[in-house]
């Protein structure tokens, strides 16, 4: 089964507008953590947001917070105002802290700033 | 320099031939992982090793080696290239495993 799943390949987003990115995770381990990572078209991967499963609290960096839905098994990435320097691809990302720490991403989600 | 480095930045290389892809970070994190990013598929855990002379197997191990006998350095090995493993591969390295990973600048590597 997937770890880590991201069901919009391509989204778009108007400039100065709000866009939440959906993800979904399935595990079994009490104690994990969810990332967030960018990718713009250079290549490089950028760290976004961190969440762990104890947090009482929504994570927030700036422009990005991330809408964490512990029973539902979800944690979307939301980018207030969005600026054209926000398109990119989007990776969501689980790490387990009991089960071998491994780290998985999913499939990545394009998005478009449109001016 | 600081920060984590992946050498070459491309290869191209022959169906059946060894290669090694280098991967060298200077802030003595104890985790460090290889992916494969392929589209469509997003980044695919390859290896990871939790420390020197620890590792362990990702969700698409065949066809990879890897050591750790430096905290330092984690190679990745093809031991006889396919052309399926034509790919970008990004090495990763964490102090913990609440922290986040930081990624090399990966290797884009072709094998005809």
């Known amino acids: 089964a997937q770890k880590i799943t991201q069901t919009q390949p391509g989204m778009f987003v108007q400039e100065k507008e709000a866009v939440t990115l959906d993800c979904t995770y399935d595990?079994?381990?009490?104690?994990?953590?969810l990332f967030w990572y960018k990718q713009p078209s250079s290549g490089e991967m950028i760290f976004l947001i961190y969440?762990?499963?104890?947090?009482?609290q929504n994570a927030t960096e700036g422009r990005y917070s991330l809408n964490f839905q512990k029973a539902r098994k979800s944690a979307n990435l939301v980018i207030s105002a969005s600026q054209l320097g926000d398109s990119a691809m989007y990776f969501c990302?689980?790490?387990?802290?009991?089960?071998?720490?491994?780290?998985?991403f999913g499939t990545g989600t394009s998005l478009t700033v449109i001016p | 320099d600081a920060g984590i480095t992946q050498s070459p930045r491309y290869k191209i290389t022959e169906t059946g031939r060894q290669v090694t892809l280098m991967c060298h970070q200077t802030?003595?994190?104890?985790?460090m992982f290889w992916y494969r990013q392929d589209l469509g598929h997003g980044l695919r855990l390859i290896y990871y090793s939790a420390a020197a002379d620890i590792t362990d197997k990702g969700e698409v191990p065949d066809g990879y080696v890897v050591s750790r006998s430096k905290t330092e350095n984690f190679p990745l090995t093809l031991e006889s290239a396919t052309r399926s493993q034509t790919s970008v591969y990004f090495c990763?390295?964490?102090?913990?495993?609440?922290?986040?990973?930081?990624f090399g600048q990966g290797t884009r590597l072709t094998v005809v």
């Open positions: 802030w003595s994190h104890s985790y």
């Open positions: 969440q762990g499963s104890y947090d009482q």
């Open positions: 990302a689980m790490r387990e802290h009991n089960t071998g720490n491994q780290f998985y």
């Open positions: 990763a390295s964490s102090e913990t495993v609440n922290t986040e990973a930081f």
């Open positions: 595990t079994s381990d009490p104690s994990y953590g």
